[in-house]
């Protein structure tokens, strides 16, 4: 065997090569990444938790499809047999899952080695990775930088080649912003088409597992291991899952992109929207039918996400009260203290906050007010994307209005660490598929730049189509 390159930047392509000519085995490439954690990760602070050992039925299996030895990680949120999950707080610092998350079982099934879990905004609550309860992770570009959130420790681990590929959660863009704050690809499915099961939960609604890749064919590849119907997560619907890795190269000519006015208003930073507009003039060129179109709603968009997610937070969040889940205080006299001190101790301010805004949007007198009114938006803005894919296949813009800032910039605003997920809400809103593509770095910041594709309900095969081709166009 010859010694694993340490200056290369392994995709899930690499390592079949790799494997198949023999110069390295599974052991060894598992080797080299745990090795290559063990000296960075100090550095970015991506992994909460590290495993050194491959599993045995997996090493010793003779399976050889594409995810087979792939050294890979997933967001601290996903439980694995036997193993620590905190979802970045406090309050489970201690919980040992009791099994895998259907997606990890599907994974493992197909030769995915987990490296380890990585560091996530507390409960998923954050757009920058500084709400972990175990410290900030830390942009691989600027490491003054935060990565973006709440995926940022996987989008971090994959950006500095701690890891192949990384799983992620996207409740309102917390896998494509990550991915486009630290250069990668991030790829949300549709809601209900990847299995929840195992994931601990933030908004039930909108949660949605999908992977975050170094390219678009990767993303592909993990997107059909891990989607499908599950009988223990009910949202899930039973539909075929598209061999969509297969299919990257169809050709893109005369597919109709709708570039919404919305998307380009105030707020959204001129080295941003330079490059947005050079990639929507790239798939131009390569044949694409650009129209502007509109969705006139995407302004509520926001505000309705913003009293929804913290509705069904205050509801999934009630279990971890130091009785059923979670830590328990010591310093409680009555069964009230447990409750009160369990959670005052467990919980950081931002899980602090949304509970008290979900527990008031819910409240008596209130909901109508304030709830009803945000999931009628959502029926408005689930409307005007199927009025938008009327008339064209895809809808193009940005990611993120900015690109990474720097860590503490934002922390005592919470409104505008809010602000930068209003390009990325209306999909979960919606329930669509949406990816982000690195498009370039910004002329001022020189920071990566994503470019955001939405589809159609389950129609990943068109996003990944098009974002395929627009990264070859761009390299």
């Known amino acids: 065997m010859s010694e694993i390159k340490n200056s290369k930047n392994y995709t899930i392509r690499d390592v079949q090569v790799g494997l198949r000519k023999k110069e390295f085995s599974a052991e060894?490439?598992?080797?080299?990444?745990?090795?290559?954690?063990?000296?960075?990760?100090?550095?970015?602070?991506?992994?909460?938790?590290?495993?050194?050992?491959?599993?045995?039925?997996?090493?010793?299996?003779?399976?050889?499809?594409?995810?087979?030895?792939?050294?890979?990680?997933?967001?601290?949120?996903?439980l694995i047999n036997g193993?620590?999950?905190?979802?970045?707080?406090?309050?489970?610092?201690?919980?040992?899952?009791?099994?895998?998350?259907?997606?990890?079982?599907?994974?493992?099934?197909?030769?995915?080695?987990?490296?380890?879990?990585?560091?996530?905004?507390?409960?998923?609550?954050?757009?920058?990775t500084e709400n972990s309860a175990f410290g900030p992770t830390k942009n691989p570009h600027d490491l003054k930088r935060v990565p973006g959130g709440s995926s940022g420790g996987s989008a971090a681990a994959v950006a500095a080649d701690l890891a192949v590929f990384a799983l992620g959660s996207d409740t309102g863009g917390s896998i494509r912003q990550?991915?486009?704050?630290?250069?990668?690809?991030?790829?949300?499915?549709?809601?209900?088409?990847?299995?929840?099961?195992?994931?601990?939960?933030?908004?039930?609604?909108?949660?949605?597992?999908?992977?975050?890749?170094?390219?678009?064919?990767?993303?592909?590849?993990?997107?059909?291991?891990?989607?499908?119907?599950?009988?223990?997560?009910?949202?899930?619907?039973?539909?075929?899952?598209?061999?969509v890795s297969k299919n990257l190269n169809s050709g893109i000519k005369g597919l109709k992109i709708g570039v919404p006015k919305e998307f380009f208003g105030k707020g959204l930073s001129p080295e941003v929207e330079e490059k947005v507009r050079h990639s929507i003039n790239k798939l131009a060129e390569l044949g694409c039918i650009i129209e502007e179109i509109s969705l006139p709603n995407f302004e509520y968009a926001l505000a309705a996400y913003y009293i929804i997610v913290p509705s069904e937070i205050s509801s999934n969040l009630a279990?971890?009260?130091?009785?059923?889940?979670?830590?328990?205080?010591?310093?409680?006299?009555?069964?009230?203290?447990v409750y009160l001190n369990s959670r005052s101790e467990g919980l950081g301010p931002?899980?602090?906050?949304?509970?008290?805004?979900?527990?008031?949007?819910?409240?008596?007198?209130?909901?109508?007010?304030?709830?009803?009114?945000?999931?009628?938006?959502?029926?408005?803005?689930?409307?005007?994307?199927?009025?938008?894919f009327k008339k064209v296949d895809a809808i193009v813009g940005p990611v993120s209005p900015t690109t990474a800032f720097k860590i503490g910039e934002k922390v005592a605003d919470p409104l505008s660490l809010y602000l930068e997920d209003i390009y990325t809400v209306p999909v979960n809103l919606a329930g669509l598929p949406g990816i982000s593509v690195p498009c370039g770095l910004g002329r001022e910041s020189n920071m990566p730049v994503g470019f955001q594709i939405i589809g159609k309900y389950f129609d990943e095969a068109t996003v990944l189509r098009l974002a395929y081709h627009l990264e070859q166009a761009l390299k």
Request: hydrophobic fraction near 40%; charge should be positive; charged fraction near 25%.
């Open 319 to 337: 279990r971890f009260d130091g009785i059923r889940y979670g830590h328990s205080s010591q310093k409680s006299e009555t069964l009230l203290d």
């Open 28 to 78: 060894e490439i598992f080797k080299h990444y745990s090795e290559k954690i063990s000296r960075e990760n100090k550095k970015f602070n991506a992994y909460l938790s590290v495993f050194r050992n491959l599993k045995l039925e997996i090493r010793n299996s003779q399976a050889a499809g594409p995810l087979w030895a792939v050294p890979a990680a997933t967001k601290d949120n996903m």
């Open 178 to 243: 990550p991915a486009s704050f630290c250069g990668v690809v991030g790829f949300k499915p549709s809601y209900g088409r990847v299995s929840r099961h195992g994931l601990i939960a933030m908004a039930s609604s909108l949660d949605q597992i999908g992977p975050i890749t170094k390219n678009v064919e990767d993303a592909a590849l993990i997107f059909e291991a891990i989607a499908g119907f599950d009988k223990f997560d009910s949202t899930t619907l039973n539909k075929a899952v598209p061999n």
């Open 350 to 388: 931002e899980p602090k906050r949304r509970i008290i805004l979900g527990t008031y949007a819910l409240s008596s007198g209130y909901y109508d007010a304030y709830y009803l009114k945000a999931q009628k938006i959502r029926t408005l803005l689930r409307q005007d994307f199927d009025n938008a």
């Open 83 to 128: 193993t620590i999950c905190t979802a970045g707080s406090k309050m489970l610092e201690n919980y040992i899952s009791a099994y895998d998350a259907t997606v990890i079982k599907k994974l493992r099934s197909a030769g995915v080695q987990f490296l380890g879990k990585t560091n996530m905004d507390e409960f998923a609550m954050g757009t920058s």
